[in-house]
């Protein structure tokens, strides 16, 4: 019911950029935290960054925050995260995570892109 596309990953060499997208379509009531998460190779996925509707941001860890933004347009029901700085830590399939209102207006529903992958590599 609500798709997640994301766009923008690829390989960059250490201490390069690159600005991921995630937009949201279908059949969407209400989407209140969007945010990243990261999954390397034999690792569990973990949270990069969230922010709420209303603007509310987390980085984990806050210190994050020195090298990546997260941002969303609500309008168009679309998240980004800008990574600067990268280092080969960061190596990952990125994902993108939404909280939709379900149908009923009783609870919500995470939905999750299919991940990109971001690859750091001298």
């Known amino acids: 019911q609500v798709q997640l596309m994301e766009s923008g990953g690829g390989l960059v060499q250490p201490g390069g950029s690159l600005k991921l997208s995630c937009q949201a379509t279908g059949t969407i009531r209400r989407i209140d935290v969007m945010g990243w998460y990261r999954q390397a190779p034999g690792k569990q996925r973990e949270m990069v960054a969230t922010i709420s509707r209303r603007g509310t941001i987390n980085y984990y860890p806050d210190s994050l925050k020195d090298r990546f933004t997260i941002s969303r347009d609500n309008a168009k029901n679309t998240v980004y995260l800008q990574m600067n700085s990268l280092e080969p830590e960061d190596t990952a399939v990125y994902y993108c995570?939404?909280?939709?209102?379900?149908?009923?207006?009783?609870?919500?529903?995470?939905?999750w892109g299919q991940g990109t992958q971001v690859t750091v590599y001298s």
């Open positions: 995570n939404a909280d939709a209102l379900h149908s009923s207006g009783n609870y919500y529903l995470d939905y």
